[in-house]
């Protein structure tokens, strides 16, 4: 992805860091999986956990903002 002479442009991937929130259910439910040779029978309890979690992330009430580079963009029409 190129950057437009005059426009503005931020790096969506330095954002990527911020929250990762069932960033230990998804890391204990993999080696879970590495230790038992990739037998998920073995991991129900981790895979139960995981679930919890990303169904809690997925319950929450949040509005869609779209990408912060549309409403840069989106902004910077407004400019011209």
Known sequence: MGKKAGGLFINPKKF???TKPCMKEMTSFLN???L???NDEKCVRQK???????????TKNRKPWGSINYHLQRLNRGRK
């Not at 139960?48 to 997925?58: G, H, I, K, N």
């Open 16 to 18: 990527g860091s911020l």
């Open 32 to 34: 879970c999986l590495s």
């Open 36 to 38: 038992n040779k990739v």
């Open 48 to 58: 139960e956990l995981l679930s919890a979690c990303m169904d809690a992330q997925s």
